[in-house]
């Protein structure tokens, strides 16, 4: 079995792993996308999915993956080599962490594209472009930013630069500043959103179009979706929970870690969600349905309308930079740590080789929006393949292949040992969790939505 510190670094306390992880799992997923997705999938039947996927697939498969991290201690292809042999299993397995490698690098190109957005309003807050906006003003600016490939262009690059510059500082000593401090107070300030938003947006309708339940307005497809961002707002299904849970001490229990990383980061996409969609129902001209753009049109006209607002939107843009960059680091996680393991290769080296072939890569998600907007695949532009291919293929799959890899062929000791019970009440929903209800729960969704779109 693997030592019991991993070579690459080792979180300083269960705090640290907590927040580690909870820097992975809150980022654009529950700002950016959470809404917008919500948004084109009619509201309530969506997010009801979506928290019985979190609840009932998430928190077993993301314990699976802490565990996994945990009992190899490396990267999350060699952990999976070293737990196969251990197990006497076949090495199909570790194509686990091979496609996490795969799915990392598509998600991070254009996760770097989007981030750039949000790191460019902060400077279009701040120079009070929105002072006074209504629906059309922020409709207008975030359209004219769109069709400037140079400029998305220079905001991809920038990001991009920042978070190579911290994934080379190492996770312990480049991360733990970052999110110590910078959750906290984006909490806060997303709270302090949906305050603004519950005196002067439309609340009741944004908790009606949130909460009601209308199973009318979900198809198969929105299912998909549901599952599929489960997966992606908790960054499962790819070894990058895995590769943090590696630094994890042993003595951390899992199931209450994991439970509480599940929570916050739940809390964090529903506070977007009530600071959004009342001021859609309030503006003249937006739509829930909006797409991508919904976030950056709808929380500049909050600010723009508040005393000081250029300025506490211009910090409201910083945090949903800095939870970007928090998980953006954890995307190049398994990759790195794999190359760094593999060719004993320096680590700021790998970085910054990583960075370039993401960037390059993320190129094809800045002209999606622009020059290449009319080039498609099976009617989707670069960046929507990009899009679907990880989170509604790639981050399920490998979710599946997690789930049925620890629920059946991994020895039970290391299980037993990783979790610290081996019967009880705990082990019971823990095993019907990660050996029936979430494999069952995914091939389900496939095969459904598989049948619906070609039947
Ligand atoms: N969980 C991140 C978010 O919600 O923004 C995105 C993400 C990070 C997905 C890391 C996957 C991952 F491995």
Known sequence: MADDVSRHGMWSSRLLFVLAATGSAVGLGNIWKFPYITGENGGGAFVLVYLICIAAIGIPVMMAEVLLGRAGRQSPINTLRTLVKDTGASSFWTVIGWMGVLAGFLI??????????????????????FAGADGAVSTAIFGDFMASPWEVLLWHTVFMIATIFIVARGVV???????RWLMPILLVLLLGLVGYAAIYGDFARALEFLFTFDASKLSW??????MGHAFFTLSLGMGAIMAYGAYLQSNTSISSTVITIGTLDTAVALAAGLAIFPIVFAVEGLVP???VGLMFQTLPIAFGNLPGGSILGALFFILVSFAAITSAISLTEPALTYLVEQYNAKRWR?????????????????LSFNTWSDAKLFGLTFFEVVDYLSYKVMLPLGGLLIAVFV????????????????????????????????????????????????G
């Open 289 to 291: 349905g909006e797409g």
């Open 407 to 454: 629920g059946w062929v991994l020895a039970r000791r290391t299980v037993v040992s990783q979790l610290g019970y081996g019967d009880g009440k705990k082990w019971s929903l823990w095993e019907t969790g990660i050996a029936f209800v979430a494999p069952a729960g995914i091939v389900i969704v496939f095969v459904y939505t598989i049948v619906q779109s070609f």
């Open 173 to 179: 000593r480049g991360l733990q500043v970052a999110v």
């Open 108 to 129: 991070l190109s254009y996760y770097a594209v989007i981030a750039g957005w949000a790191v460019s309003y902060i400077f279009r807050l701040a120079g009070g472009a």
């Open 221 to 226: 497809s929105g299912t998909l979706t549901a």
């Open 350 to 366: 790998v970085a910054i080789s990583l960075g370039v072939f993401c960037w390059l890569l993320g190129i094809g998600t800045v």
